[in-house]
């Protein structure tokens, strides 16, 4: 069983940054794409950004290139997704994700090619 926790959620008003962590108790942590999804209320859980299992390519959604980037530290098996200029649209619950196979990086903006999710963290932003 994989255990995804996330971390460093929080309030922060419009132009701020936030930097979100998410750690993984899995050996295998460094052959897997990871993902980050967000959702508001009231709305459906939309892909922000992913990351291959080597960190050498990433992927964003349009609204957040520019100002989100994700990382990955494999040996403390954790990702990142620092966010800069954050914006009230940001607001909501994201979400880590692990993708179900280890060496893929197709689909990677895909809810379901991704089989463990974190709990989840809050992300609050006013304006």
């Known amino acids: 069983q994989v255990q995804l926790v996330e971390s460093g959620g929080g309030l922060v008003q419009a132009g701020g940054s936030l930097r979100l962590s998410c750690a993984a108790s899995t050996r295998t942590f460094s052959i897997y794409t990871m993902g980050w999804f967000r959702q508001a209320p009231g709305k459906e859980r939309e892909f922000v950004a992913a990351?291959?299992?080597?960190?050498?390519?990433?992927y964003y959604t349009d609204s957040v290139k520019g100002r989100f980037t994700v990382s990955r530290d494999n040996a403390k098996n954790t990702v990142y997704l620092q966010m800069n200029s954050l914006k009230p649209e940001d607001t909501a619950v994201y979400y880590c994700?692990?993708?179900?196979?280890?060496?893929?990086?197709?689909?990677?903006?895909?809810?379901?090619?991704?089989?463990?999710w974190g709990q989840g963290t809050q992300v609050t932003v006013s304006s």
């Open positions: 994700a692990r993708y179900s196979r280890p060496y893929y990086y197709v689909n990677n903006d895909v809810a379901h090619q991704y089989d463990y």
């Open positions: 990351i291959r299992w080597s960190g050498t390519s990433t």
